[in-house]
């Protein structure tokens, strides 16, 4: 077969931040997972207040524990607990989410917020193993006494490996203390920052160099009520202010009970910002418009009540670019980014349809375009690509002119093969499309049924040609879910999975990784007998140019069970170098995955190529995805 190359033609720009991360905190994938916090319900606000702890009280007069509400003194953070000591053996023990990673060697940081009328008790620290070993050790004298409530911090380090230990603090001494915001992180979080975020878990993300990250979901930005949807604003400043709900993912699935899973905003809006900064991506907040989850309550903010909707969304555009002389620009400036985030567009509403969502977003937009004329916003058409709602919607979406329509689609391995040619004859004129939520799913009835094994991971690199190829088009794209916790998943597949200690990439994050490094400049033409290929012989295939780095880079995948003979003709008046290489991902095995155990089972493989006349012969193997690497001068 030969497939024909243009090398000088740009057929369209690729949009530098084209592939991008979806992250929701669904899966542990904030609390217990990338927001390194150890220890569960450290404010005593989950619905029952001792939730994740459990009180040692070896003999009855040993001590005495009182959670106490202060709800008048306290909106955000009502509770906190009253320990009355007699002897030392009173003490707390918290099981972390589903136990606490501990690694040898590593220092381990805990804090606490507490007040003690008369000094009296020391606090006695232990990380317990899952055989009940002390693991690690420290204390805490507290430094003050009265009224006020004081933050004090104690390190140690561990002296083992535990995936699954927990958390005792032990109370030394007689008096009364009160305690919140009981605390313990990792010494090595994310670029050191206090109480910050999973250094291995951001690395997985900062290597795909991500052009953009979505956040903060999914379902979560609209919540199950309008109570319980994403307030930006609720997330940032001080974490002891930041109001905890329960998570919309705190649900039963696949015959595993709810995970007591809540929001604590520990990764709140600027950490968001700040995060997508550190990995060089563009941040793409989505916004709550007024509508809860229509798969849930479906409630709605009434259209006279809709400001302070609005206003968040308008406050958010100045919180991220405001001048420090602005009320939010101010605010994020005393967070400690005195420097805008160069924030250059949002999603309004996330799957929301209907009437309602199309009277809300038009109010959204009138007010922020009238304000931020050249401010991108992004309208949700939903989740049934092939349904008569969804493209109602998207006509109504596309007359009024939408910037950018965020399709999802959570579809079996033959749909995304057949849909790789979607977007071929897509109008030109108008809307673009951000393909914000996508993933193979084995049986479309059955979601979370399956796990990312290479005939996911092929097929959703088959789809993605057609989207690069038409990348004028479709300008953004991010695969769903991103991580899940091997022992809390409510939603699968996801892109990465992690344990208390560990991660490993699907074969899925491969896919998504080699189309991120290897995004190029410009989409060049690549054709079979002069026809876009799209599944013939079962080829899928697009080409780019990367004007920076001076490459051709082909993609190309064989979903055939046969090896596929290829001559690639690669025309045009580039002076190409004779030697390339290609990435290869492959198996012979449609259901391999990787895991734990085998984190590279299908990983790319680099070999060399060699150029001769601006022809390359090259054989795909059965089941694989190749990007080929040709450099020019
Ligand atoms: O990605 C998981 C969920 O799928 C998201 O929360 C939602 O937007 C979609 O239905």
């Not at 911090?153 to 305690?179: H, M, P, V, W």
């Not at 994310?190 to 052009?211: E, I, T």
């Not at 209907?354 to 401010?375: H, N, V, W």
Request: proline share 5%; glycine share 8%.
């Amino acid at each position: 077969k030969i497939i024909t190359i243009n090398t000088d033609n740009s057929i369209a720009k690729v949009q530098p931040n084209m592939w991008g991360v979806f992250f929701e905190d669904i899966n542990f994938g904030a609390d217990g997972g990338v927001y390194a916090e150890l220890l569960k319900n450290r404010s005593f606000e989950f619905a029952k207040p001792l939730m994740g702890w459990t009180v040692q009280r070896p003999k009855a007069n040993e001590g005495e524990l009182l959670v106490v509400n202060r709800k008048e003194e306290n909106t955000t953070n009502p509770r906190y607990i009253q320990v009355n000591t007699e002897k030392g053996n009173f003490g707390l023990s918290n099981e972390g989410f589903k136990g606490i990673g501990v690694k040898k060697g590593l220092r381990y940081d805990f804090s606490v917020m507490y007040r003690q009328k008369a000094p009296g008790i020391k606090l006695r620290l232990q990380l317990i193993s899952s055989d009940n070993k002390i693991i690690g050790e420290g204390s805490l004298a507290p430094e003050t006494s009265g009224n006020e409530w004081k933050k004090q911090s104690a390190s140690f380090t561990a002296k083992e490996t535990d995936a699954k230990a927990k958390f005792t603090i032990l109370f030394d001494g007689k008096g009364q203390i009160d305690l919140d915001m009981i605390s313990l992180f990792p010494g090595d979080t994310w670029k050191n920052r206090p109480q910050g975020l999973r250094a291995d878990m951001v690395k997985m993300l900062a290597d795909m160099k991500p052009g953009f990250i979505r956040f903060p979901g999914g379902c979560i930005v609209e919540g199950t009520d309008l109570a319980n949807r994403y307030q930006w604003k609720k997330t940032i400043g001080p974490i002891e202010n930041r109001q905890l709900i329960m998570n919309r993912w705190n649900v039963e699935f696949a015959h595993r009970p709810a995970p007591d899973y809540y929001q604590s905003f520990g990764l709140g809006f600027f950490e968001y910002f700040q995060l997508a900064e550190d990995i060089g991506s563009d941040a793409l907040p989505i916004l709550n418009c007024g509508m809860a989850c229509q798969f849930n309550t479906g409630e709605v903010a009434a259209l006279d009540e809709l400001d302070p909707y609005v206003q968040d969304a308008l406050d958010l555009i100045e919180f991220a670019n405001g001048d420090t002389n602005t009320k939010w620009g101010k605010m994020r400036a005393d967070l400690g980014h005195p420097k805008p985030f160069n924030l250059k567009m949002m999603g309004i509403g996330n799957e929301n349809w209907g009437p309602q969502y199309l009277e809300r977003l038009a109010i959204f937009t009138k007010s922020i375009k009238a304000k931020y004329p050249d401010f991108k916003l992004i309208n949700s058409s939903g989740t049934d690509p092939e349904g008569d709602r969804f493209n109602l919607l998207n006509t109504s979406l596309r007359n009024s002119k939408a910037d950018l329509i965020d399709e999802h689609y959570y579809r079996p391995a033959d749909w995304f093969l057949k849909n790789a040619g979607r977007y071929d004859d897509y109008p030109r004129d108008g809307s673009k499309v951000f393909v914000g939520e996508y993933a193979v799913h084995a049986d479309r009835n059955v979601i979370g049924s399956n796990r990312n094994n290479w005939q996911s991971a092929l097929a959703a690199a088959s789809l993605m040609t057609g989207l690069e190829r038409n990348a004028d088009v479709v300008q953004m794209a991010s695969y769903a879910p991103l991580f899940a916790h091997i022992d809390a998943w409510q939603w699968a597949p996801d892109m990465i999975w992690v344990d208390n200690l560990n991660t490993y990439g699907t074969p899925d994050y491969y896919v998504q990784k080699l189309f991120s490094t290897n995004k190029g400049t410009d989409v060049i033409a690549a054709k079979l007998d002069g026809k876009n290929i799209t599944g013939q012989d079962g080829l899928y295939a697009s080409a780019v140019t990367d004007k920076i780095s001076k490459e051709i880079i082909i993609k190309i995948s064989n979903t055939t069970d046969k090896a596929q003979n290829i001559d690639f003709n690669l025309a045009g008046k580039r002076s190409l170098k004779t030697k390339g290489f290609v990435d290869e991902l492959s198996s012979s095995n449609l259901n391999q995955l990787n895991s734990f155990e085998n984190p590279d089972a299908i990983s790319p493989k680099r070999n060399p190529i060699i150029i001769k006349n601006k022809k390359l012969a090259l054989t795909l193997k059965p089941y694989s995805f190749s990007v080929i690497k040709i450099p020019f001068t």
